[in-house]
Antibody
Framework: QVQLQESGPGLVKPSETLSLTCSVS????????WSWIRQPPGKGLEWIGY???????SYNPSLMSRLTISLDTSKNQFSLKLISVTTSDTAIYYC??????????WGQGTLVTVSS | SSELTQDPAVSVALGQTVRITCQGD??????ATWYQQKSGQAPVLVIY???NRPSGIPDRFSGSSSGNTASLTITGAQAEDEADYYC???????????FGTGTKVTVL
């Protein structure tokens, strides 16, 4: 059974960098693609981007200038880095396995609040 | 356009059938995927591809499409089907993914 778990700071100050890690168990991160999705409180889902098992990436155009998604195969983890955050980046952040363009396994999500 | 539009909310009587629609230009090219999100939980994949259900998803859930509109049908809705439902597809350029606006389903 594939399991994903997000981790990282729950509070980030405006203009700083949001960094999250997704730890994967039950599957090799090199095998598939992996994605990040977020959901502002009380709002809908927003696709952030994905990274392939070989490290290639695709990003939401609206976030591309601030976003990096990367892979750490030695730890079976992938990560998200979003720079210059504002309060609009406050959301629950989910990681997911991205297989054949579908997110079939999801983490439980982690709330990140951007506030001074 | 890369937007996917859904009705904000629908209601259905227990045991009856409800159809949730998703409209967008990219749906003329790509299949929609459907996710169910119950309150306080992560989304769950319920329909993908032409009309495929992951293991564990009841067969009362089905998907279909026509032109630029995709639909998720719940036949014989149960109380546990009360949730938000999101469609999802590749965008018109095929390089990215976009979520629909979401539909809140209430089972009466």
């Amino acid at each position: 059974q594939v399991q994903l778990q997000e981790s990282g700071p729950g509070l980030v100050k405006p203009s700083e960098t949001l960094s999250l890690t997704c730890s994967v168990s039950g599957d090799s991160i090199s095998t598939y693609y992996w994605s990040w999705i977020r959901q502002p409180p009380g709002k809908g889902l927003e696709w952030i981007g994905y990274v392939s098992g070989s490290g290639s990436t695709s990003y939401n155009p609206s976030l591309m200038s601030r976003l990096t998604i990367s892979l750490d195969t030695s730890k079976n983890q992938f990560s998200l880095k979003l720079i210059s955050v504002t309060t609009s980046d406050t959301a629950i952040y989910y990681c997911a396995r991205f297989r054949n363009w579908n997110c079939d396994y999801w983490g439980q999500g982690t709330l990140v609040t951007v506030s001074s | 356009s890369s937007e996917l539009t859904q009705d904000p909310a629908v209601s259905v009587a227990l045991g009856q059938t409800v159809r949730i629609t998703c409209q967008g230009d990219s749906l003329g090219t790509y299949f929609a995927t459907w996710y169910q999100q119950k309150s306080g939980q992560a989304p769950v994949l319920v329909i993908y591809g032409k009309n495929n259900r992951p293991s564990g998803i009841p067969d009362r859930f089905s998907g279909s499409s026509s032109g630029n509109t995709a639909s998720l049908t719940i036949t014989g809705a149960q109380a546990e089907d009360e949730a938000d439902y999101y469609c999802y597809s590749r965008d018109s350029g095929g390089d990215h993914v976009v979520f629909g606006t979401g539909t809140k389903v209430t089972v009466l």
